[in-house]
């Protein structure tokens, strides 16, 4: 079994920053990809970026260039530093991550509980 605890979300005006930390722990034998999902009011779950075990990246257009997305690999984390965020960046974000886990070593996605970012003057 793998939990996923998120935090650094909260309020912040237009224009502003956060960073959002997802670390990963329980039975694991190794963590693969790593990613950030946001839902918005009325919306679906979207990828908004993503990162491979070889530290690929991949980003949802409408965030390239203000978003990052990193990795710990020792401490099990990934991150999202988010910069000049808008009031569309609403929205609950959930970490995503596939891992093997287990006396078996399945492969699973694993969901954090998520976390409101809400963009507002």
């Known amino acids: 079994q793998v939990q996923l605890v998120e935090s650094g979300g909260g309020l912040v005006q237009p224009g502003g920053s956060l960073r959002l930390s997802c670390a990963a722990s329980?039975?694991?034998?190794?963590?693969?990809?790593m990613g950030w999902y946001r839902q918005g009011p009325g919306e679906q779950r979207d990828l908004v970026a993503h990162?491979?075990?070889?530290?690929?990246?991949k980003y949802e257009d409408s965030v390239k260039g203000r978003f990052t997305i990193s990795r710990d690999n020792a401490k099990n984390t990934v991150y999202l530093q988010m910069n000049r965020l808008k009031p569309e960046d609403t929205a609950v974000y959930y970490c995503?991550?596939?891992?093997?886990?287990?006396?078996?070593?399945?492969?699973?996605?694993?969901w954090g509980q998520g976390t409101q970012v809400t963009v507002s003057s």
């Open positions: 995503n991550v596939l891992a093997s886990a287990g006396p078996r070593g399945y492969e699973y996605d694993y």
């Open positions: 990162i491979s075990s070889g530290g690929s990246t």
């Open positions: 329980g039975s694991i034998r190794s963590v693969l990809a």
